[in-house]
């Protein structure tokens, strides 16, 4: 009877040959795709074209309408990337859901965000002290107005006031952007032509600041995060002197994201690249003699040149970008 002779050195051979079969026949995988610029806006309206424009409808129009969409795990809804390496999405509201967007789509293998621009381009309120209907802000600073110590009006203490640091939040309370990046995007925007509507410039003729009664133009100034949408003059004046207890530039535009994408982005080591820019659709705060739930209601003519003019100014900074980019 012949017995099967054990050859170790066989069997390892086998096995090699069988690691290789089984490895040749796995289809290679395709290379990321190298995203140059990422612009992140929060809601649309209706439709991505064709109806009322909410933040990502203009740019969907110019940059997106023939670009390939993709679907991503956790994301709130499709990237598109077009051909040139831009890529857009609409993230959701609030801080919670817009980090969890942003994170999810950073980190799918199938793209390539190493050398990306970030750009967040939505809307914003503005105090009448520092702005008006249709202004654009490129923000130096993100401020939350939530972490911290706060209470109601009516319990203000002796100093009078509403909030109170807490050392425990410093760190992703208040970030400061690059400066360099930020001044660079203001040098390309500073004399660009924002659009202006009859109504919002009848509506700022109830209020006696001059900045609130300017035409628009392109600011900076430091982007507050809530995710509750605040309104009135106590909140605003809270807003500054948070944004002042930080150490922050002044208070500019109030929002509900943009801590959140800091947040992220400083986690993937990408925060150097983050550009805020922010269009103005409301004041923070009621007129002489308006109410807060009737300023709020208000149709004010603001928020359709916002949305023209913060994707004017953000696509505006993408050309720049992609004119200027070396491989």
Not at 28 to 42: F, G, Q, R
Not at 271 to 285: A, I, P, S, W
Request: net charge negative; glycine share 10%.
């Amino acid at each position: 009877m012949q017995h099967f002779k054990f050859r170790p050195g066989g069997i390892a051979r086998a096995v090699c040959v069988l690691f290789i079969l089984v490895f040749l026949s796995i289809p290679a995988s395709a290379d990321p795709i190298p995203v140059k610029v990422l612009v992140l806006t929060m809601f649309e309206i209706g439709e991505n074209s064709g109806d009322v424009a909410g933040e990502f409808q203009h740019w969907y129009v110019e940059y997106f309408y023939d670009a390939d969409s993709y679907e991503i795990a956790g994301a709130y809804s499709p990237l598109f990337v077009n051909k040139d390496g831009v890529a857009g999405t609409i993230t959701g509201i609030g801080k919670g859901r817009s980090a969890a967007s942003l994170m999810a789509v950073l980190k799918d293998p199938r793209f390539d965000f190493g050398r990306t621009y970030f750009i967040v381009s939505g809307c914003a309120g503005v105090s009448p002290e520092r702005g008006t209907l249709g202004d654009v802000f490129i923000c130096d600073w993100v401020v939350d107005y939530e972490l911290g110590h706060s209470w109601k009006e009516s319990d203000a203490d002796d100093r009078g006031r509403l909030f109170i640091l807490n050392d425990n939040f410093k760190d992703n309370g208040s970030i400061k952007l690059n400066e360099d990046l930020a001044n660079w995007a203001l040098s390309i925007v500073k004399d660009i032509e924002l659009e202006d509507d009859p109504k919002a410039e009848e509506y700022r003729r109830f209020y006696a600041e001059d900045a609130a009664r300017s035409k628009p133009s392109v600011r900076t100034g430091a982007s507050v995060t809530s995710d509750s949408y605040w309104h009135g003059e106590g909140s605003s004046r809270q807003a500054f002197d948070i944004c002042e207890a930080y150490g922050a530039s002044p208070y500019g535009v109030t929002q509900m994201e943009d801590n959140a994408f800091a947040i992220v982005l400083r986690s993937m080591g990408y925060l150097g690249r983050y550009l805020v820019v922010r269009d103005v659709v409301n004041f923070d705060q009621p007129h002489p003699g308006q109410a807060v739930t009737e300023s709020l209601l208000t149709l004010s003519g603001g928020f359709s040149i916002g949305m023209i003019n913060g994707h004017r100014v953000g696509s505006a900074i993408v050309r720049h970008i992609l004119d200027n980019w070396r491989e």
